[in-house]
């Protein structure tokens, strides 16, 4: 789904001076700006990366001749950005059992004949 810009106008020296929204497609002249929604929600965070190093350190020991470390490390990468909105202090913790579940799942699915 596309996302659709909010249009604003300044309109100065009516009376009526402030932000209203136009129409889409409004042909009157203004100072316009445009506010686009951002397309993916971005971690206002940072957090150590120790304990995610060392999570894709037990999770390649454990999963070691099943999922290369690249596909750990996506996994635990993924895994961190769906958590994005948890506690801090937890976000290690969940993110290594959601990471371990999601690599057990995809030992456990077959793969896709395309």
């Given at each position: 789904m596309a996302r659709t810009?909010?249009?604003f106008a300044a309109t100065e020296g009516t009376g009526e001076e402030g932000l209203s929204a136009l129409p889409h497609g409004s042909r009157e002249r203004h100072a316009v700006l445009v506010i686009t929604p951002p397309t993916r929600?971005?971690?206002i965070r940072t957090l150590d990366?120790?304990?995610?190093?060392q999570t894709v350190e037990r999770l390649?020991?454990?999963f070691d001749s099943q999922?290369?470390?690249i596909r750990v490390v996506s996994?635990?990468?993924q895994c961190a950005e769906d958590l994005a909105g948890t506690p801090p202090g937890a976000l290690p913790e969940l993110c290594e059992r959601l990471a371990r579940q999601?690599?057990?799942d995809m030992m456990l699915t077959p793969a896709a004949c395309g």
């Open positions: 810009p909010v249009i929600r971005q971690p990366r120790r304990p995610f190093d390649c020991l454990e999922f290369s470390r996994t635990v990468r999601r690599l057990l």
